[in-house]
């Protein structure tokens, strides 16, 4: 690899992982539907099994943008409700990095009259991987490659807990308590240098559902995330629900991103949602938006469960 292209290199790494904090990791627009993947202790809560698959294009026309896919599972275990099982399989990718993710998430709750209160733990393994195809190297024997990431496993340990009733929630979760960092790399002859490291990311995220009519819901919804040495993300959502099937709305992802949303229940079982982000930073002028679709399918369900959960 040549000195300028060693230089290109360090550059594009250091971007990757400025980007990557200050994403805050991967963000899903339709978080209320699949908080399972931040909060662990969400697993078997809506007292079903459930299966979601979940895809996300962001920054649509942009060359290297993320691009997110998801299966995860949960469901309550044994006949007092009060434990619950899950697993998510995750893989995106932005540019040449690829991250894979297997969690299992186990749950356990403490029913009040009108209420419950669940503790959660999750487990998993990490893996990163850049796909030097995809950069222009002049040299393959070039000895700064093996400075980079390829197939880096970490485990992950995160913890939840998550408070609802049939109103309203609220959850406090850290998906991840281990501190990551892959690789440092220094280049002493051009003085550049670049860290890709993963730290602990804080989410808090709640939501309420108003009786407006009969056949009218209104349910705001709100995730707050923090990591060190990023700005904190916020993100607000406010949804309409007619007759307990349709759902409308818009989204806020402050700085960042404006947002439409919209879901039909198209069976007892099963359920769509969209969403399609507008940015609203200088990187709208080089990308036509960010697109969400989410199924999910519900197992052994009822009206008499369904009908009273919107989260």
Excluded: C
């Amino acid at each position: 690899m040549n000195r300028a292209l060693r230089k290109y290199l360090f550059v594009y790494l250091g971007l990757v992982s400025s980007f990557v904090l200050g994403q805050q990791e991967s963000q899903f627009t339709q978080y209320m539907l699949v908080p399972q993947i931040f909060n662990p202790a969400y697993a078997g809560n809506r007292g079903i099994t459930s299966l979601r698959l979940l895809a996300r294009s962001q920054w649509l026309d942009l060359e290297g943008a993320p691009k997110t896919n998801l299966i995860s599972f949960d469901s309550p275990v044994g006949s007092g409700g009060k434990v619950g099982l899950g697993g998510t399989i995750f893989y995106e990718q932005i540019g040449p990095l690829t991250e894979t993710n297997f969690s299992i998430d186990y749950s356990y709750s403490i029913n009040f009259m009108f209420s419950k209160l669940a503790f959660g733990l999750k487990a998993g393994l990490n893996s990163y991987d850049i796909d030097f195809n995809k950069l222009n190297i002049y040299d393959q024997t070039d000895p700064y490659i093996d400075y980079a990431v390829n197939n880096k496993y970490q485990p992950q340990i995160g913890v939840g807990i998550f408070y609802n009733t049939q109103q309203y929630y609220l959850g406090v979760s850290a998906p991840n308590l281990l501190e990551k960092k892959y690789f440092d790399l220094v280049d002493e002859e051009s003085s550049f240098f670049s860290t890709f490291s993963k730290e602990i990311h804080l989410y808090v995220f709640g939501g309420y559902v108003f009786d407006l009519h009969p056949s009218l819901k209104f349910k705001p919804a709100t995730l707050v995330k923090a990591v060190k040495g990023s700005p904190i993300q916020w993100d607000i959502s406010l949804n309409f629900i007619v007759n307990n099937n349709f759902t409308f709305g818009v989204a806020n992802r402050i700085d960042s991103a404006i947002t439409t949303l919209a879901g039909i229940q198209l069976s007892d079982s099963m359920m769509v949602g969209f969403s399609y982000d507008f940015a609203t930073t200088e990187i709208r002028n080089s990308t036509s938006g960010t697109f969400e679709l989410l199924f999910r399918f519900d197992f052994g369900t009822n009206k008499k469960i369904l009908t009273p959960r919107f989260f």
